[in-house]
């Protein structure tokens, strides 16, 4: 069995945030030839089209690096004023450069994330969906997974402890699984 590389982007860029927390309760319950590595978006700056006539910066570069080395990617975003928050924005506009061969073209990916509201991210998801459009990835369309009330399924360690939506987690990764198999080449 050839096992699958994922690389896990949180859009937040607190230690303690609740999308973080779904990332690692992902890794820990990712199926059998899964294997999901997490990315600190921290250290990618704002996108600036000058800095990037002068060359990729350290972080960008190994954003871009992670992401083409993965077979896919998972996307675990909160949701910030209806939509999807600017650390997470800014990782997909950097990885959609150059626009031909970019590191996101043709990239099987994936969209989670978690919320204390009560839609889950879905505003924040469905943006992020809009934008795999223009960087020619492949967005998972089913399962989706939106945790709402988020802080009352994760203890104050960040631990996943809803039994529920472990069940659906793990659904989520064996169909993501799935998902990047079928555009992996034989």
Avoid: C
Wanted: proline content about 6%.
């Amino acid at each position: 069995m050839t096992t699958l590389r994922v690389l896990g982007l949180a859009g937040s860029l607190r230690t303690a945030s609740l999308n973080r927390a779904l990332l690692r309760a992902a890794q820990g319950l990712a199926p059998a030839g899964l294997v999901i590595e997490a990315f600190d978006l921290i250290s990618v700056p704002l996108y600036n089209g000058d800095v990037e006539a002068a060359g990729d910066p350290a972080g960008v570069a190994a954003l871009k690096g992670a992401i083409a080395a993965a077979d896919g990617v998972l996307f675990v975003t909160p949701e910030y004023n209806h939509g999807v928050p600017a650390v997470m924005k800014n990782a997909l506009d950097w990885a959609s450069r150059p626009p031909r061969g970019a590191a996101l073209d043709a990239k099987p990916v994936g969209i989670i994330g978690a919320s204390p509201g009560q839609t889950g991210s879905a505003r924040g998801q469905s943006q992020l969906r809009q934008a795999f459009e223009f960087t020619n990835s492949y967005a998972m369309p089913q399962p989706e997974l939106l945790v709402f009330r988020a802080h009352e399924k994760f203890d104050a360690e960040g631990n996943l402890t809803d039994e529920a939506t472990a069940k659906y987690l793990a659904r989520y990764l064996e169909a993501f699984a799935a998902w990047i198999a079928r555009f992996k080449a034989p």
